[in-house]
């Protein structure tokens, strides 16, 4: 299987800073990545798919980046409601796998 | 906005199997693919299985020789059967959809809020 590595497994920021969060593949994964946010006790929200596309409706201030093996993804001003957990998900490999998350927690 | 909504039983005996349902609202169940994702306590996500409305279908080898899904499209519903169920299989289990990319590769777009299900005797 391949395995994704999120960095940091958590930070803490403040409304209005620029985050961003990292995630590593084990093998070349091209762009087929997908990032998802779950907020507390929610269902996760799918944000970017392959790797640098804006998921309907998602705020332009989430953007993702990378192909290959690393991959980022940036919240350019971060919202309250931004405060939650960011994961990462290959769809190339067959089973798809997730990054183990990163908890993003109030300053 | 579709919305997916799992339901079943929370609490089940070891080598019972664990059984839930998905109910979709607000689209169809053709074009897509439906899957089932779990996810034990303090530990990562792992991705159990995918069925469309054809009944085709892929499992997790870690999972596939106790692995069944169904998809009911009278009532807009899929199904995961977990057989000989042990304290291992204890997680919160969300359902999800999956469509395909442009490059025609299927991603998880939209999840259910998730369920509970302890194994415990």
């Known amino acids: 299987d391949i395995q994704m590595t999120q960095s940091p497994s958590s930070l803490s920021a403040s409304v209005g800073d620029r985050v961003t969060i990292t995630c590593r593949a084990s093998?070349?994964?091209?762009?087929?990545l997908v990032w998802f946010r779950q907020k507390p006790g929610r269902a996760p929200e799918s944000l970017i798919y392959?790797?640098?596309s804006l998921q309907s409706g998602v705020p332009s201030r989430f953007s993702g980046s990378g192909s290959g093996t690393d991959f980022t993804l940036t919240i350019s001003s971060l919202r309250p409601e931004d405060f939650a957990t960011y994961y990462c998900?290959?769809?190339?490999?067959?089973?798809?796998?997730f990054g183990g998350g990163t908890k993003v927690d109030i300053k | 906005q579709v919305h997916l909504q799992e339901s079943g039983r929370g609490l089940i005996k070891p080598s019972e199997t664990l059984s839930l349902t998905c109910t979709i609202s607000?689209?169809?169940?053709?074009?897509?693919?439906w899957s089932w994702i779990r996810q034990p306590a303090g530990k990562g996500l792992e991705w159990i299985g995918r069925?469309?409305?054809?009944?085709?279908?892929n499992s997790n080898p870690s999972l596939r020789s106790r692995v069944t899904m169904s998809v009911d499209v009278s009532n807009n519903q899929f199904s995961l059967k977990l057989s000989s169920a042990t304290a291992a299989d204890t997680a919160m289990y969300y359902c999800?959809?999956?469509?395909?990319?442009?490059?025609?590769?299927?991603?998880?777009?939209?999840w259910g809020q998730g369920t509970l299900v302890t194994v415990s005797s």
């Open positions: 069925i469309n409305t054809s009944g085709n279908s």
């Open positions: 998900q290959q769809y190339i490999g067959f089973p798809v796998t």
């Open positions: 607000g689209g169809s169940l053709n074009t897509y693919y």
């Open positions: 999800a959809r999956e469509f395909y990319d442009t490059n025609y590769h299927l991603y998880v777009d939209y």
């Open positions: 392959s790797a640098t």
């Open positions: 093998q070349d994964i091209k762009n087929y």
